[in-house]
Structure formats: structure tokens, C-alpha cells
């Protein structure tokens, strides 16, 4: 079995590392450059951050500064809530792209569909504009229901490449990923183990993904901890995942995963914890600035 990170071809045939790191609530500075670094360092080439996040500034000065060809990296960054709309979107990328130093972007996402707000449709034109300029490499979406992929999709001439949803045992959006796998929409993961909850408040579960007994008693089978696990669950499912840590070993741990393999009935025992119960905010009535 290979111990490299998987590849997924995304609808324009481009590549995308199954496997990277995610730095929300990472601190702007050394905190943020010493995780990409450890990150880049341990084989991550795909690091996912956010305009909201306020580390793009910190994220582009550790891909400057690491020994790593640009073109070997896959960078995403995220248009926040109160730059929707076409002017203001294509404003916010060239920010961003001050921000983290770079040329061009391997990815730029929608992140929140805000249908109360009604944008997206505005911003999504303004994502296909940068596309077409080969600004950025790929463009999608986080956080989208099917109704608002659906009329997305509707109105648009460039499909979305990937969409990025909380997703982990507990809640793996089962519906979601049948209408993504459908539409050739690429799946990715956020809080892919568990977290402590995502925005809008603390986790409405009772247990800690990663305290269940079934992860342990599996991972030690593999001589693998309860987070690596579950990140293998999802690479399995051909989902992208990206699990945030600022920890160097950690970040070494969560990469991993490339030289074991779940079985089906491994499989079966973590699709059964399910409870449908999200951590974070309901895409359908967040509406945060």
C-alpha cells in the first residue's frame, strides 16, 4: 500500500491533495506560519485558510519561506459573508492574494450561501471571472445545500468544483454527497473529527467524536489513534479532508493515514455512529455579517 497522500480530480481535471491542513482559529503570525511550515514539512501540499480567519497574511509568509516550488502547493482561500456581490468579491480576492503574496490561487470558495442575503448568484460571476483569467485554478463553494447548489448551478456557465461542508461520523450528509457525486462536485471536509463545535456554538453532542469507544478499539487493530481513524473513514469515502491543528505533532499524526486500510466492516461500525445532529451553524439560517 502506497504511504503518499491520494489525489482527487476535480471536474476541470485538476488535481487536489486528498489530504491537507486547515488553519481556522489559527493565530495570525508564528502561530499560523509554524503550523504550515510543520504542515509543508510533513508532505501537506493542500492548506485551506479564509479571509475571516485573519491568518493570510501569516499562511503566505510560510509558503514563501518554504522549501516547496509553488506549483507542488495547492492554496485555498475563502470570499467572507460581507464581501458577496460581484464588485465587492473581486475586490476581496485581490486582498486576499495581497495578503498571502501569491501570483494566483489554486482555489477560491464561497463561504457561506447567505440565501437570506441572496448574493451568491452575483459572486459566483465574479469567481467565474477570476476563473476565466486564470487568476484562480478552481473555483466552488462551502457550505451549500442542494437547493442552493441547485440554483446556483442554474444560473451559472462554470460549474462548482468542490463544496465544503462540516462533515465527520456524527454527521456525514449522506444526501449531500449522493446529489455532489451526481453533479461531479467534489466533497470536502470540515470539522472532519468532530471539533468541539463549528460556528454557532459548542458541539450538540454528548460524547466527543474522538472519545467513542469504537475509534479506539479499531484504531488498535492499527496501532492508529481514534483522529487518524476517522480521517482514513474519509479518505476512504473519496472525501477531502482537511483537519486543523497547530501542533507540529499532531499535524505529523493527522498525515498518517496513507499506510493502513479500514475494512468494510470497519467502515460499517463508524457509519453507525451517525445522529444527524450538526456542530456548527445551519447554512439555511446562518446569516453572520
Not at 111 to 124: F, G, I, Q, S
Not at 241 to 250: G, L
Request: glycine share 8%; net charge negative.
Amino acid at each position: 500500500m502506497s504511504t503518499k497522500v491520494t489525489d482527487i480530480i476535480l471536474n476541470n481535471k485538476l488535481l487536489i491533495p486528498q489530504l491537507g491542513l486547515g488553519v481556522w482559529q489559527a493565530n495570525d503570525g508564528s502561530e499560523v506560519e509554524s503550523a504550515v511550515t510543520s504542515a509543508i514539512n510533513a508532505g501537506y501540499r493542500l492548506i485551506d485558510t479564509a479571509a475571516i480567519y485573519g491568518n493570510e497574511t501569516g499562511v503566505g509568509r510560510a509558503i514563501k519561506n518554504s522549501n516547496v516550488a509553488r506549483e507542488e502547493l495547492f492554496i485555498t482561500t475563502k470570499v467572507w459573508n460581507g464581501d458577496q456581490g460581484y464588485d465587492k468579491t473581486l475586490a476581496a480576492f485581490d486582498h486576499s492574494m495581497k495578503l498571502l503574496g501569491l501570483e494566483y490561487l489554486d482555489m477560491y470558495l464561497i463561504h457561506w450561501p447567505l440565501p437570506a442575503k441572496a448574493l451568491y448568484n452575483e459572486t459566483w460571476k465574479a469567481m467565474e471571472e477570476l476563473y476565466n483569467q486564470g487568476r484562480v485554478k478552481a473555483i466552488g463553494v462551502c457550505n451549500f445545500q442542494i437547493p442552493h447548489l441547485q440554483d446556483l448551478m442554474a444560473h451559472a456557465t462554470i460549474q462548482p468544483a468542490v463544496n465544503q461542508i462540516e462533515l465527520h461520523p456524527y454527521f456525514p450528509q449522506t444526501e449531500l454527497r449522493k446529489f455532489a457525486k451526481e453533479n461531479n462536485i467534489a466533497i470536502e471536509s470540515w470539522s472532519p473529527i468532530g471539533g468541539k463545535g463549528g460556528t454557532g456554538g459548542n458541539s450538540s453532542h454528548d460524547v466527543p467524536l474522538l472519545e467513542q469507544p469504537i475509534l479506539t478499539t479499531i484504531g488498535l487493530k492499527y496501532n492508529k489513534t481514534p483522529a487518524q481513524v476517522v480521517i482514513r473513514w474519509h479518505i476512504q469515502n473519496g472525501l477531502i479532508v482537511i483537519p486543523k491543528s497547530v501542533h507540529e505533532d499532531r499535524i505529523k499524526q493527522n498525515f498518517d493515514v496513507f499506510d493502513f486500510e479500514l475494512t468494510d466492516d470497519d467502515m460499517k461500525a463508524i457509519n453507525g455512529l451517525e445522529t444527524g445532529k450538526r456542530g456548527g451553524a445551519n447554512p439555511d439560517t446562518f446569516n453572520f455579517n
